[in-house]
């Protein structure tokens, strides 16, 4: 999974590529794009909790993106005004639109795909910090588009 690649540059000290990362990046893009199109022909309407640890890179370079449509349910619970106490990690790839309870499309999946991309480069994530932290970031910047 890019969570064990993000984790062995990280102990390693080593770089991925940024060349790399655009490439995963084009590549699971791809796949979320046609999630989108079709997924409402297989029953899947929601968009899903893209993390690190649901795409997978194998050996030939091929990606595969797992648990695609599957909300994270701490996310998903905090935004229908449950009790919920969210690990900050949890929140890191969500798209602005999730932490409003605001219409997902494929544009959201990019937008947590591309947060992913930023941790390959940098090796932390775009945006760390305290679960109210972390939303007050995300939120600004969905009244940025």
């Not at 060349?19 to 699971?28: D, N, P, Q, S």
């Not at 599957?70 to 798209?95: F, I, N, R």
């Amino acid at each position: 999974s890019v969570t064990e690649v993000i984790k062995y540059y990280r102990e390693t000290g080593g770089k991925f590529s940024k060349r790399a990362a655009l490439e995963l990046l084009f590549l699971a893009g791809q796949i979320l794009q046609e999630a989108g199109e079709t997924g409402p022909q297989q029953g899947v309407y929601s968009h899903g909790d893209l993390n690190p640890s649901r795409i997978l890179v194998k050996e030939d370079g091929d990606v595969q993106i797992i648990g695609y449509g599957m909300p994270s349910p701490e996310v998903l619970g905090m935004t229908q005004g449950l009790k919920v106490d969210p690990h900050a990690e949890s929140m890191y790839y969500a798209p602005p639109e999730r932490l409003v309870a605001a219409a997902e499309d494929v544009s959201s999946d990019l937008y947590s795909l591309a947060c992913i991309a930023v941790e390959l480069i940098t090796q932390s994530p775009l945006f760390e910090g305290a679960v109210e932290d972390v939303q007050r970031a995300r939120v600004a910047t969905m009244e940025r588009r």
